[in-house]
């Protein structure tokens, strides 16, 4: 009888009844969320600590404090961890923070740090340093990641320059890597590393000497420069004039300027003609 009653109920009763199903459900819902919401703030479900760990050698407890702490919100169990570990990327040095709640009422936090590598130039148009002013300096850490930090904290350290346009520090970095071990077979390092709008490269060594690499890819630069460094030291040693310039973008050789001394391009790649004034 009451299966027959029930199937026998007009449609409009029917609809009325689901509906009615409908709004309790979702006010039994609401009132669950609320009361999480109430729990959640509860006193008792307070961060008691925070334990930081991994590279903290650029950061002090103050400093973290002073920058992060003011930007977290919620409790232990109400914290949104994205919006707190972003509060912690956002201060100087950290490059990345991954955040982990630890029972009691802890968090952990985990901090990489940058590791500057260069200092950073990007340029505004793309031109060359001669030409065209650079913005304002930044770093570039060990990945090629431009970064912005005190420079005061680094100015104890031997940095290069990499100036070229914006969103290649990475391919400069890997470049000025690659060029290092020939410089240094010259007992010099590549103080400075200049990439034009075009693509040409530029190397300013440690004795201020500067050397137009030009035009390629990293292989080809390298090998340019490599073979450059196996003969310029003959050429010194010859004139005993320290080196003041050098062109390497000549297809058969390279020309060089010594103090006192010009060169011109060989014929045979590698080794120049040498012409006093």
């Not at 299966?3 to 199903?21: E, G, K, Q, Y």
């Not at 760990?53 to 650029?58: A, I, L, Q």
């Not at 990945?143 to 940095?159: C, H, K, M, R, Y």
């Not at 040409?200 to 292989?219: F, I, K, N, Q």
Request: a neutral charge.
């Amino acid at each position: 009888m009451n299966s027959a009653a029930s199937a026998a109920l007009p449609p409009d009763i029917r609809l009325m009844n689901a509906v009615s199903a409908l709004l309790v459900a979702a006010l039994l819902v609401t009132a669950a969320w609320a009361a999480i919401r109430w729990v959640v703030r509860l006193p008792v479900f307070n961060l008691r600590a925070i334990q930081v760990e991994g590279d903290v050698s650029r950061n002090s407890v103050a400093s973290l404090r002073a920058n992060a702490l003011p930007q977290l919100h919620g409790s232990f169990l109400g914290m949104d961890l994205q919006e707190g570990r972003a509060a912690f990327e956002a201060v100087p040095w950290v490059r990345h923070a991954q955040l982990q709640r630890i029972w009691p009422m802890r968090l952990r936090v985990n901090l990489e740090e940058h590791r500057a590598a260069a200092y950073w130039e990007a340029r505004t148009d793309g031109a060359d340093a001669a030409t065209e002013a650079t913005a304002e300096r930044a770093l570039v850490n060990s990945f090629g990641e431009v970064f912005q930090a005190n420079l005061g904290d680094v100015e104890d350290e031997t940095l290069p320059v990499l100036a070229g346009p914006a969103h290649t520090a990475g391919p400069m970095l890997q470049m000025w890597q690659a060029l290092s071990p020939a410089a240094e077979r010259l007992s010099e390092s590549i103080e400075r590393l200049d990439l034009s709008g075009r693509g040409s490269w530029r190397a300013t060594l440690g004795s201020g000497a500067v050397v137009e690499l030009g035009r390629g890819g990293e292989a080809d630069v390298v090998a340019r420069f490599s073979q450059f460094a196996r003969s310029i030291t003959q050429v010194t040693a010859t004139y005993h004039s320290p080196l003041l310039s050098a062109d390497l973008r000549h297809a058969d050789g390279y020309a060089v300027k010594l103090r006192g001394v010009t060169t011109v391009t060989a014929q045979t790649p590698g080794k120049p003609v040498i012409r006093k004034r």
